[in-house]
Structures are given as structure tokens and as C-alpha cells.
């Protein structure tokens, strides 16, 4: 998809950006983040991360998944929360649907999402990140608000 890729590149700029500015090396940087060595490298390279590996980037950095991601320019929004709260996801997701006029099978049809997650969804399951960053952009949405940090 040209779309992913596009965001894979943002999201990697915009990361490697933020490293930069640290002074740190990948190790130093990787410890108080609470990652790995081997995954700030991919990270860099151009990997996307895990959800969780991107809340502890940006709540390193007191920024906005948004910004990372290039959804939004605001580097942070005031109300900003640190971690995150899996069980925001679905309801905000029901909530950009209506909004968009449109439903998960719709999406599912563009291959945004795959038609059998909403069930693990509804249990409280989040998507991949990529895929959060797919919808996220489908339906102008805000992915630190689908992940309550906002």
C-alpha cells in the first residue's frame, strides 16, 4: 500500500528527528526508555513498532502518538495522558464510523482492517499499530484519543 508506506516514512522521520535530539546513543536512549537496543535499531531502519513500544517513545518525549505519526503537527496537546487504556479503542472507533457515515466492513472491503477482528476488538483487543495508523487516517481520527490519552 502506498499509504502505509507513506506513514512508515513519517513515523520514522519523525522518530529519528526526535532521537537525534537526545545526544544519546541508541543503547543509552533504548534503557530509559525501557526498550531494547535491537529495536531502537529497526525503529530507525523504518520498522513500525508495537503500540506499546510507541506510548513509551512518546511519553518519553511528552509528545502525541498524532505527531509521530504525522496526523497532526501539535508536538503535544495539554491534556495529554501518559500510557495508554486499551478499552478506549472500540468505543472511539464506533464513534469515527458514525461520523465518516461508514462501518468496519466497508474498511475491511479497502483492506484497511480484515473483517474478524471486530470481534477481538469488542473484547477489548487492540489492532497492530499500523493498523491503528491506517484508520486512524481513513477516519481523520486521533490515535492518542483511540488510546485514551487524550
Known amino acids: 500500500m502506498i499509504i502505509e508506506n507513506k506513514n512508515k516514512c513519517i513515523f520514522t522521520e519523525n522518530f529519528t528527528d526526535l532521537f537525534l535530539s537526545t545526544g544519546l546513543g541508541k543503547t543509552k536512549f533504548a534503557n530509559s526508555v525501557g526498550l531494547k537496543h535491537s529495536q531502537i535499531e529497526k525503529y530507525l531502519q523504518g520498522t513500525i513498532p ?38 478506549k479503542f472500540y468505543p472511539e472507533y464506533e464513534r469515527l464510523l458514525k461520523l465518516n457515515n461508514t462501518n468496519h466492513y466497508r474498511l475491511a472491503k479497502n483492506n484497511i482492517v480484515t473483517e474478524t477482528s471486530l470481534s477481538l476488538w469488542k473484547k477489548g483487543c487492540l489492532p497492530k499499530f499500523d493498523v491503528l495508523i491506517s484508520i486512524a487516517y481513513e477516519l481523520d481520527g486521533s490515535i492518542d484519543k483511540m488510546l485514551g490519552r487524550i
Open 50 to 87: 508495537v503500540t506499546n513500544s510507541v506510548v513509551k517513545i512518546c511519553d518519553y518525549f511528552n509528545c502525541s502518538i498524532d505527531y509521530i505519526t504525522g496526523l497532526s503537527n501539535t508536538f503535544s496537546y495539554p491534556n495529554l495522558n501518559k500510557g495508554f487504556c486499551p478499552n
